[in-house]
């Protein structure tokens, strides 16, 4: 758990977390009992593939591109934009190019 100290600094998402070579890199910003907030960078060519998971989850792409598949359906998102992943429904991550998102998933 962060403390309030941490928890109160200004940040850069893009800026905070760098991308690796053919992986995905993440970094949990936050957690506590209602959920938790992490931050991804995809280097192009890598995905999470299909599952699903017992909560909301919101995507926030902060820098490129992302493609997300919701139940079935391609959706493309460019930074600045989010969707949200309805609990219990297959969802996907490809990254066509570089990029970074948060994921806020929501428990409560």
């Known amino acids: 758990m962060n403390t309030t100290k941490e928890s109160a600094k ?3 998402a893009a800026g905070r977390i760098d991308y690796a070579k053919n992986s995905i890199v993440s970094q949990q910003i936050t ?3 209602s959920g938790n907030i992490t931050l991804f960078a995809f280097d192009q060519g890598q995905q999470l593939s299909e599952h699903s ?3 909301d989850a919101i995507v926030h792409v902060v820098e490129g591109k992302a ?3 919701i139940a079935g359906e391609a959706y493309c998102l460019k930074a600045g934009e989010m ?3 309805p ?3 297959p ?3 490809y990254a066509k190019e570089r990029f970074k998102m948060l994921l806020v998933m ?3």
């Open 83 to 85: 969707i949200v992943m």
């Open 53 to 55: 998971a017992p909560f």
């Open 31 to 33: 957690k506590n009992p």
């Open 87 to 89: 609990a219990n429904i």
């Open 67 to 69: 493609e997300i598949h």
């Open 106 to 108: 929501i428990k409560g």
């Open 10 to 12: 200004v940040f850069s």
């Open 91 to 93: 969802h996907a991550v």
